[in-house]
């Protein structure tokens, strides 16, 4: 069974940083693409980053780039995104997702998708 679990969100000022997780089991990392994506209230899911093929390939928003960072660790079959200089408009509830093989910012696209996790940036 395919499962998604994220973790490491919270409270942060603006200007800190978060490093969230998302452990993935039940398929092989090497032949999918993890999407991270995040859901503000009363506002779209947002495709911010990915990574595919064992961290090969990667993408990242406009919004994010500079500041975010995905990485992939296949031997515990984790993706993570580090946040830096958060902003008052990243906060969100944060997903991780999956798809296989490549990278794309359409959430349509994602078949696999963890709980969330809450992303809270004001002081």
């Known amino acids: 069974q395919v499962q998604l679990v994220e973790s490491g969100g919270g409270l942060v000022q603006p200007g800190g940083s978060l490093r969230l997780s998302c452990v993935t089991s039940?398929?092989?990392?090497?032949?999918?693409?993890i999407g991270w994506f995040r859901q503000a209230p009363g506002k779209e899911r947002e495709g911010i980053s990915c990574?595919?093929?064992?961290?090969?390939?990667?993408y990242y928003a406009d919004s994010v780039k500079g500041r975010f960072t995905i990485s992939a660790d296949n031997a515990k079959n984790t993706v993570y995104l580090e946040m830096n200089n958060l902003k008052p408009e990243d906060t969100a509830v944060y997903y991780c997702a999956r798809r296989l093989w490549t990278c794309t910012a359409a959430a349509s696209a994602y078949d696999v998708w963890g709980q969330g996790t809450q992303v809270t940036v004001s002081s």
């Open positions: 990574v595919s093929r064992g961290a090969a390939a990667y």
């Open positions: 039940g398929y092989t990392l090497a032949y999918s693409a």
